[in-house]
C-alpha cells in the first residue's frame, strides 16, 4: 500500500519551475538571448533563473515568459502552476486568458488590451 503511494506521489510530482521552463525553451529550439530580450528582462535577471533552481520570479515576468515562447494554454498553465501560481477571474488574467485564447504573443498588442480593460501592463 505504501508503495503505491510512493510511486502515485512520484509520477503526480511537478517539475520546479526552472525545469518546466527550460523544457520548453529546448523544445521550442530557441536561445535563451531570444527569450530574455523578447520578454525586455536584463541577462542576469535571466541568469539567476537559468541557475537558482529554487528562484521564482514575479508572476507578470512568468507571463511575459509563456508569452514569449507562444505557449498554449495548457503549456501556458503548466509554467505557471510549476511557479505556485495560476489565473483567475480578475481583469487582467481575463485579458490575458482573451490573448491565449485567440493566439496573441505580441506584448505590445497584449499591454493595449491591458491598459484599456485594466490599466495595467505586464
Do not use: Q, W
Request: net charge positive; proline share 1%; aromatic share 12%.
Amino acid at each position: 500500500m505504501k508503495e503505491s503511494c510512493k510511486d502515485y506521489l512520484n509520477h503526480s510530482e511537478l517539475r520546479s519551475f526552472n525545469e518546466t521552463l527550460f523544457s520548453f525553451i529546448d523544445e521550442k529550439g530557441v536561445k535563451d538571448s531570444e527569450i530574455y530580450k523578447k520578454v525586455d528582462i536584463d541577462r542576469k535577471l535571466f541568469s539567476k533563473i537559468r541557475c537558482n533552481n529554487n528562484y521564482i520570479p514575479r508572476r507578470n515576468v512568468i507571463i511575459k515568459l509563456c508569452l514569449a515562447l507562444g505557449l498554449k494554454r495548457n503549456d501556458f498553465n503548466k509554467l505557471l502552476n510549476s511557479a505556485g501560481y495560476s489565473l483567475s477571474n480578475s481583469k487582467f488574467d481575463l485579458v490575458i486568458s482573451y490573448c491565449l485564447d485567440n493566439n496573441i504573443y505580441d506584448l505590445k498588442i497584449i499591454n493595449d488590451y491591458l491598459y484599456t480593460y485594466s490599466n495595467t501592463v505586464l
